[in-house]
T-cell receptor, first 113, second 111 residues
Framework: SAVISQKPSRDICQRGTSLTIQCQVD?????MFWYRQQPGQSLTLIAT?????????ESGFVIDKFPISRPNLTFSTLTVSNMSPEDSSIYLC??????????FGSGTRLTVV | QKEVEQDPGPLSVPEGAIVSLNCTYS??????FMWYRQYSRKGPELLMY????GNKEDGRFTAQVDKSSKYISLFIRDSQPSDSATYLC???????????FGKGTKLTVNP
């Protein structure tokens, strides 16, 4: 299965600022996925990123708040914009294929103060 | 009603015990089912992947799917302290790549 490197592993940010999270995969993949894991809550899909097209966002998530880039088949970034304490969470990227399962990065633990 | 329900525990067992972890779901369109293990401060690690009803075994782990009851289980035999982690069930529909997760069950195996 693919190996995913995610940076930063953790960060503490001031409210109103933005943080960009990077996800690097060791092989070319068509789709990359971004998830959020809030304390005590289920992992929730934010958006799906295909190379060469706009990301597809799930209900409750918007591009202005979570812009995503997907410049090539091994890399993606997720930006958390204009942060508030409610954005404190773990953000995870994932790759995989239907019929084979999905692999996750180690996550970015974000605290907004 | 949430799409996927999972008892968050915590669940504490002695070493060597058989552990049973369960999830129920409401969406009959779910066809693919997974179990992930997540250690503290780590990302989820895929343990088991199943399609359709039935059992699948891998070492000490057995995944069971009962589509008629909308119920999935993960059994861990001869549990070890290294099995202490949070276990997440996840599932998705055919034609979709969106995983829907349970909240996870925190397991502690005591030596």
């Amino acid at each position: 299965s693919a190996v995913i490197s995610q940076k930063p592993s953790r960060d503490i940010c001031q409210r109103g600022t933005s943080l960009t999270i990077q996800c690097q995969v060791d092989s070319q993949v068509t789709m990359m996925f971004w998830y959020r894991q809030q304390p005590g809550q289920s992992l929730t899909l934010i958006a799906t990123a295909n190379q060469g097209s706009e990301a597809t966002y799930e209900s409750g998530f918007v591009i202005d708040k979570f812009p995503i880039s997907r410049p090539n088949l091994t890399f993606s970034t997720l930006t958390v914009s204009n942060m508030s304490p409610e954005d404190s969470s773990i953000y995870l990227c994932s790759v995989g294929q239907r019929n084979r399962g999905y692999t996750f990065g180690s996550g970015t633990r974000l605290t907004v103060v | 009603q949430k799409e996927v329900e999972q008892d968050p525990g915590p669940l504490s067992v002695p070493e060597g015990a058989i552990v049973s972890l369960n999830c129920t779901y409401s969406n009959s369109a779910f066809q693919y089912f997974m179990w992930y293990r997540q250690y503290s401060r780590k990302g989820p690690e895929l343990l088991m992947y199943t399609y359709s009803s039935g059992n699948k075994e891998d070492g000490r782990f057995t995944a069971q799917v009962d589509k008629s009851s909308k119920y999935i289980s993960l059994f861990i035999r001869d549990s070890q302290p290294s099995d202490s982690a949070t276990y997440l069930c996840a599932m998705y529909q055919g034609g979709s790549e969106k995983l829907v997760f349970g909240k996870g069950t925190k397991l502690t195996v005591n030596p």
